[in-house]
């Protein structure tokens, strides 16, 4: 099969559309800048020129939709100190009440003689993996939780100790602290 021997006319403006993609691919690759300025989309009639017109002076008055770049107005933004009031956003609350002692809510007390309530946790296993710390295997309600020391589990409960047969929680919601045995 030989290219181009029948239709001149193909080849030829094949030719030609390869090298404007390359061209185009270039412009796009290294991004030239053109030299002619970009179309705003305002037609010659609403563009305003920043010259003064003679006879008209303006007397320190901002232009929004003059473009030049006023140093004396960049010396005076630079010179203003920003004095804020309130708390500050920058910094986290911890520093913002170092000196203040927050108020601190009274806490319920719960009969001291009385046991805490139960809860529905049941460990039964432990999870062991070569070169991992342990994992406990806990049961509520037909859902399996497997969380290691340190873990929340059931938005509630975290999980303090694991042993071979005993597990350390503590209750977030009540602070209280219990110890679980391993159901066989």
């Given amino acids: 099969m030989k290219v181009g021997a029948r239709d001149g006319r193909q080849v030829v403006a094949a ?15 290294i991004g030239w800048e053109s030299s002619a300025p970009a179309s705003t989309g305002k037609s010659a009639s ?6 003064p017109v003679p006879g008209k002076t303006k007397a320190n ?10 140093f004396s107005r960049l010396a005076l933004m630079e010179r203003e100190v920003y004095e804020g009031r309130g708390r500050n956003i920058f ?13 601190q809510a009274p806490v319920p007390l719960r009969n001291q003689g009385a046991p805490p309530p139960a809860i529905g946790l049941k460990f039964f ?21 497997i969380g290691g020391a340190g873990d929340i589990v059931d938005r ?15 209750d977030l919601l009540g602070n209280d602290t219990y110890t679980l045995t391993r159901q066989r």
């Fill in 125 to 145: 296993g432990i999870a062991r993996i070569s070169g991992a710390p342990r994992r406990a295997c806990l049961l509520q309600e037909g859902d399996i939780f």
């Fill in 91 to 103: 910094a986290s609350n911890d520093e913002d009440q170092r000196g203040k002692a927050a108020p």
């Fill in 156 to 170: 509630r409960y975290k999980l303090l100790r694991i042993e071979d047969f005993t597990l350390d929680v503590q």
């Fill in 15 to 29: 030719c030609g559309l390869t090298v404007l993609a390359v061209f185009l691919l270039g412009h796009w690759i």
């Fill in 61 to 70: 008055k901002f232009d929004p939709t003059d473009p030049t770049l006023h």
């Fill in 46 to 51: 609403s563009i305003r020129c920043s010259k």
